[in-house]
C-alpha cells in the first residue's frame, strides 16, 4: 500500500529519539584505513583514539561523544575522551548533550596519528563533508580534502561563526537559522569553483552529443553483418534507460527497441531485476573510485555493456543506427528522443536509483566509517522498491523529470527524496526486508541519523545538482552504417 509522508513528517520520525528506531548496521569489513592513533581492536573494526573538545568553544551540560558504530563515551570537565571510531575508514563524531542536543561535529581519520580534537573548526569541517562531492571516507582523501577546505577564502567566516556562537547555542540551534546554512552554501560554492571546474566535464567523452553516453560498433569493420555487436558506455554519474531504433525495414521507424544486452550483470545486477525487466535496457551508473571521487574527479570506471545479434543485413529506412539515453539531467539539448522511450517506469526507477546511490550511500557510508556501499545493489533494490511504495517520492520524481521550472525545485525534490531514504531505513517494520541485503538491523546509528538529518541542507546536494544540470535529460549517439564498414564474410 502506498503511503504518503511528507518531509516534516520524516524529520520528526528522525528526531524522536534512539528507542524509536531502528538503522543499517553496515559494518562491513573493508581493505584500506590504518589505525594510526589509536589501538586497533581486530575484528570489531574499531580502533580506540582519545581526543580533547575545546570547552571554551562549547556549551552543553553532560556531554558525550557519539559515533554510529560505538557507545556514547563521556566528556571529561577539562574536554579529555577516549572513544572507538572505525579503523575502516573516515567516521562522522558529534557531541552531545544530556538532552541529546547537538554540540558539535568532527571527522575521525584512522590513518591519523593526532589526537582528534573537536571544536569550532572540525565543525565547519564536518558540516562541508556532508556533501556528496565533497564527502569521503577513504582516510588519505580525508586528510586531502580537510587540507583543501581550510585553504578556501571562505572558511574563516564558517568557523569563526562556529567559535562565536557554539559556547551559547547548540549547533542543532544554529542550523535552524539562517546564517549558518548560508555560510556553508557559501563554502560548497567555493570548493566547487575551486575544485570542480576543470574537473566537472572530466568524465565527458567524444562519441555522444553531450558527451555522457557513447556507442561504438565493438569491431571495424564488420565482417559478420546479422550479427554484429555495439559497445555502449554509461560514463556520467547516473543509472539511464537505453534504446535504440530498429535497424529494420520491416520494422516501424517510430518503433523503439531495448537492447539485448550480453553481460547482463554489468547493465542490471542481480539485485535490480526483481523489479526492472532484464530486457529493458538499464544500466547502471559508474562504480566511484571512492565516494571522494563522484562528481569531480577525472576518472571513474565507466559500465560498459554488448549490444549484441544487431543484424545489418536488412536494407535499412536509415543510414545510422541511433542510441537514446535517458536519465536525471537537465541541461539544454540540441537534440531530442524523436519517440516516447519504452518502459518509462524504469526511467523513474533511474532517477531514484541516481539520487540513493550517489548522494544517500555516501552518507551511509561516512555516518559508520566504512567503504562498503560501492556495489551493493542488494541494498540499492530494496531501497528503490520501499521508496517506490511512497506516494511523495512518486511526486518528487515527477518534478524532477517533468514539471520542475527552477533549479530549487529540483533541489527540494532531491532532498525530500534522501530524508525519506533515510526514514524508511529506521522504520521498524522494514528490518526484515532491509535484513535481505545481509545487513543487521540495530538502534546504534538512529542518534547519527538524526544528526545527519537536522544538518541536511540545499548546501549537501549542491554538487550533485551542478553536475546533473550538466546533463541533457536525453543523450543521443548516432552510428553512421557505410558498405565500407560491412564486409560479408
Excluded at 553531450?210 to 561504438?216: M, Q, R, V
Excluded at 544538518?455 to 546533473?468: D, P, T, Y
Aim: include cysteine.
Amino acid at each position: 500500500m502506498n503511503k504518503k509522508l511528507s518531509r516534516r513528517q520524516m524529520m520528526r520520525i528522525l528526531a524522536g529519539g534512539a528507542s524509536g528506531l531502528l538503522l543499517s548496521d553496515l559494518l562491513v569489513a573493508c581493505a584500506g584505513g590504518g589505525n594510526s592513533g589509536g589501538n586497533n581492536n581486530g575484528s570489531s573494526g574499531t580502533a580506540t583514539v582519545s581526543g580533547n573538545v575545546n570547552m571554551a568553544q562549547m556549551g552543553g551540560s553532560n556531554l558525550t561523544i557519539n559515533s554510529a558504530t560505538a557507545a556514547a563515551a563521556p566528556i571529561a570537565k577539562g574536554g579529555a575522551f577516549t572513544t572507538n571510531i572505525s579503523a575502516n575508514g573516515s567516521q562522522l563524531q558529534c557531541v552531545t548533550d544530556g538532552s541529546g542536543i547537538i554540540w558539535a561535529l568532527a571527522i575521525s581519520n584512522p590513518s591519523s596519528a593526532d589526537p582528534l580534537t573537536i571544536d569550532a573548526t572540525s565543525t565547519a569541517l564536518a558540516l562541508l563533508m556532508l556533501t556528496p562531492g565533497i564527502l569521503t571516507t577513504t582516510p588519505s582523501e580525508t586528510t586531502q580534502r580537510i587540507g583543501q577546505l581550510q585553504a578556501l577564502s571562505s572558511f574563516s567566516a564558517l568557523e569563526s561563526y562556529l567559535a562565536t556562537n557554539l559556547p551559547t547555542t547548540s549547533l542543532q540551534d544554529l542550523l535552524a537559522q539562517a546564517t549558518l546554512p548560508q555560510l556553508i552554501s557559501t563554502c560548497v560554492s567555493d570548493w566547487m569553483n575551486t575544485s570542480t571546474s576543470s574537473a566537472q566535464n572530466a568524465h565527458i567523452l567524444a562519441t555522444s552529443t553531450d558527451g555522457s553516453f557513447s556507442a561504438n560498433f565493438t569491431m571495424m569493420p564488420i565482417v559478420n553483418p546479422s550479427s554484429a555487436s555495439v559497445a555502449l558506455t554509461n560514463s556520467a554519474w547516473r543509472f539511464v534507460q537505453v534504446a535504440r531504433t530498429p535497424y529494420d525495414a520491416n520494422v516501424p521507424q517510430n518503433q523503439l527497441l531495448s537492447p539485448q544486452f550480453a553481460n547482463t550483470d554489468s547493465a542490471l545486477p542481480s539485485a535490480l531485476s526483481s523489479f526492472i525487466p532484464s530486457n529493458s535496457g538499464y544500466i547502471i551508473g559508474p562504480v566511484p573510485l571512492s565516494w571522494g571521487s563522484i562528481f569531480t574527479r577525472t576518472a571513474n570506471n565507466p559500465i560498459i555493456v554488448q549490444d549484441t545479434n544487431i543484424n545489418l543485413t536488412v536494407p535499412p529506412n536509415q543510414a545510422s543506427l541511433v542510441y537514446i539515453a535517458q536519465g536525471i539531467g537537465w541541461a539544454s539539448q540540441t537534440s531530442q528522443a524523436p519517440f516516447g522511450l519504452p518502459n518509462g517506469a524504469s526511467n523513474a526507477i533511474g532517477v531514484l536509483h541516481s539520487v540513493v546511490y550517489y548522494v544517500v550511500f555516501p552518507f551511509l557510508d561516512l555516518m559508520l566509517g566504512a567503504q562498503s556501499l560501492f556495489e551493493n545493489y542488494k541494498l540499492l533494490g530494496i531501497l528503490g522498491n520501499l521508496l517506490a511504495g511512497v506516494n511523495s517520492v512518486a511526486d518528487n520524481i515527477s518534478t524532477i523529470l517533468t514539471t520542475a521550472s527552477s533549479s530549487q525545485d529540483i533541489q527540494s525534490a532531491i532532498l525530500d527524496i534522501c530524508i525519506t531514504t533515510f526514514g524508511l531505513i529506521t522504520l521498524a517494520a522494514n528490518k526484515a526486508i532491509i535484513s535481505a541485503a545481509g545487513i543487521a538491523i540495530t538502534p546504534a546509528l538512529a542518534l547519527i541519523l538524526g544528526i545527519i538529518a537536522a544538518a541536511f541542507g540545499a548546501a549537501n546536494v549542491a554538487v550533485a545538482l551542478s553536475n546533473w544540470t550538466l546533463l541533457p535529460p536525453v543523450s543521443t549517439v548516432s552510428l553512421p552504417i557505410s558498405g565500407a564498414n560491412i564486409i560479408v564474410s
